[in-house]
């Protein structure tokens, strides 16, 4: 079944594609992430081509035939360029890291309406908010965890359920998720946070506004998720993002 639609869509990728065409990854609000083929998009008289540029929210006509590996995209229209992410060098980088979350760990052509949604709240805000990017992005990590399945709970022990609380000091164990140090005893991987550090990421999960954090603070925080990442998804090697800029 093919059908037309209009929807919203956040340029993920692209390159060249034979002669004339690019291919594009996007995120869209109603099939999640697909592929899509510009024809002549690399011809310089081309506005489908000039409008594909990573980070840009479109709108977007598709023509979507199910079963097929990528589909066409016939018109788009920009919506947001995004211009102050793109001439700042740290609101790059995070917000490159965001556009890397979504291509290494959403699966294709499954609407993802909650994703897309926080997604363009995010570049909104690493566009216009006074928020330190690293921070905002700690914060969109967080959520995107949650999303694709695997909630880091902070209320209670994963492994005894005993109730958890920055008094008592905690930590993370990578297959588990945040474990009391008596827990923490029995596991190998285990890496107690300090108290700011379980404080930071109470502040993030509950949409709280930070007052105690530090770059190294959030730094540390983003390096274990990506490390619990890893080790609940299997394909997933890292943000390159986060490392090489
Ligand atoms: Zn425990």
Do not use: W
């Not at 697909?34 to 409008?51: E, F, P, Q, Y």
């Amino acid at each position: 079944m093919s059908i037309i639609t209009t929807t919203e869509a956040i340029v993920l990728t692209k390159i060249d594609f034979r002669e004339t065409s690019k291919i594009s990854n996007l995120f869209t609000k109603e099939f999640g992430r697909i592929a899509v083929i510009v024809k002549g998009a690399k011809t310089s008289n081309s506005k489908m081509g000039r409008l594909i540029d990573v980070l840009n929210l479109l709108t977007i006509v598709v023509y979507n035939k199910s079963g097929r590996e990528v589909q066409l995209l016939s018109q788009a229209d920009l919506q947001e360029y995004y211009p102050s992410i793109k001439s700042d060098y740290e609101k790059i980088k995070y917000a490159s890291a965001v556009i890397e979350l979504i291509n290494k760990l959403l699966p294709e052509h499954e609407p993802a309406l909650r994703v897309f949604t926080g997604t363009k709240k995010i570049l909104q805000n690493f566009e216009s908010s006074e928020e330190k990017p690293y921070l905002i992005f700690a914060r969109y990590m967080m959520f995107f965890i949650e999303e694709i399945g695997y909630e880091i709970q902070i209320r209670a022990c994963s492994d005894c359920g005993n109730e958890l609380h920055q008094d008592n000091t905690a930590g993370m164990d990578y297959s588990k998720g945040m474990i009391c140090m008596d827990c923490g005893k029995k596991h190998l991987s285990f890496v107690p946070f300090e108290r700011e550090l379980f404080y930071l990421l109470d502040c993030l999960k509950y949409g709280k506004k930070a007052v105690v954090y530090n770059h190294r603070n959030i730094q540390n925080l983003l390096f274990h998720f990506e490390n619990y990442l890893k080790y609940h998804v299997s394909s997933f090697k890292g943000l390159n993002s986060l490392h090489n800029f």
